[in-house]
């Protein structure tokens, strides 16, 4: 066996899931199904339970997955030391964002932890914000950025969250459109206008709540995924979207949109960044990690 096949078999110990792990690691399932029977043949037992529904590690699996954790993080160990003999902190950070947040709130960490640490490196997932903590919570990603919660107690004991800014909830309209001028309350707006919305998220949950609490029956256009999905179709002039006012901005919705207030119907949200309490891995991960939270920490205070 090889570290590519450690690899492997702990990503898949983590999903679970032959056509997931199969992306990741560039195989094709049938390619990966053949790798696993080569480390069970290896290891002389079954390393995991199969069937049309579900995979499961088994107990040689189970201990299996903890023997290639630790080899692998001896390996990046090893590895960091031979290739940097001075010592610095090195490393690469997994970040799972949006594109929003990587035009708004991505580039002021940038540039301090490449200042301060020049040779940690960035690995990015963009996507939805709504998947941020499931990003975090699947170890695809060390760090996230999303809007947080209101109350930090309603996210499980496992993350900790560090704001950055704080947005209010608006509706976007495509300037030129027949809704550029829309008036009235945010009670008015949402029962006339067609509104598109996310589908999941904070945004989405406080919508639905203020929605339901005053009865009110809005006219729903479409639902997407990620405020870029909004805005795209906010441009098309179906409809008004439903967004962080932070998306108005930064970036390329500044010019060509305008934005409706919702007052405080649905309030203000912080956005920031979401990571585990408690960092596990190689001790150059733990160092990289520490250096990425000084940064964090700087980010805050300034």
């Not at 997931?20 to 043949?41: C, G, I, Q, Y």
């Not at 947005?167 to 008015?188: C, H, I, K, R, Y």
């Not at 949200?269 to 940064?295: C, H, L, P, W």
């Amino acid at each position: 066996m090889d570290f590519f096949e450690l690899n492997t078999f702990l990503t898949l110990s983590q999903t679970l899931h032959f056509a997931h792990t199969a992306e990741k690691v560039n195989l094709s399932p049938s390619a990966l199904s053949r790798l696993v029977s080569r480390l069970e043949d290896e290891t002389g037992t079954a390393l995991l339970e199969r069937n049309n529904r579900e995979v499961k590690l088994t107990d040689a699996g189970k201990r299996f997955a903890e023997f290639a954790r630790k080899c692998l993080m001896e390996k990046e160990d090893v590895f960091n030391l031979l290739k940097n003999e001075s010592d610095e902190v090195s490393g690469t950070l997994k970040v799972y964002a949006s594109v929003t947040a990587c035009y708004s709130i991505m580039p002021p960490f940038l540039k301090k932890l490449s200042t301060s640490f020049p040779k940690i490196h960035l690995s990015i997932e963009t996507g939805d914000p709504a998947a941020a903590i499931s990003a975090v919570k699947e170890d695809r990603a060390d760090i996230a950025v999303a809007a947080l919660p209101e109350n930090e107690a309603s996210l499980p004991m496992l993350f900790e969250t560090l704001p950055i800014r704080r947005t209010p909830l608006v509706f976007a309209a495509a300037v030129g459109s027949e809704f550029e001028n829309v008036s009235g309350s945010p009670q008015d707006i949402v029962s006339s206008v067609p509104l598109i919305l996310p589908k999941t998220g904070l945004a989405r949950e406080r919508f639905d709540i203020w929605t339901e609490s005053r009865n009110v029956k809005p006219v729903i256009a479409a639902e997407t995924e990620g405020n870029e999905a909004i805005m795209a179709l906010v441009q098309l002039g179906i409809g008004i979207g439903l967004i962080p006012h932070i998306v108005l901005t930064n970036g390329p919705y500044e010019h060509g949109f305008t934005c409706h207030s919702a007052g405080n119907a649905l309030g203000y949200y912080d956005v920031g960044f979401i990571q585990k309490r408690q960092v596990t891995g190689s001790e150059s991960y733990k160092r990289m990690r520490e250096a990425v939270n000084s940064v964090l920490s700087d980010l805050k205070k300034s």
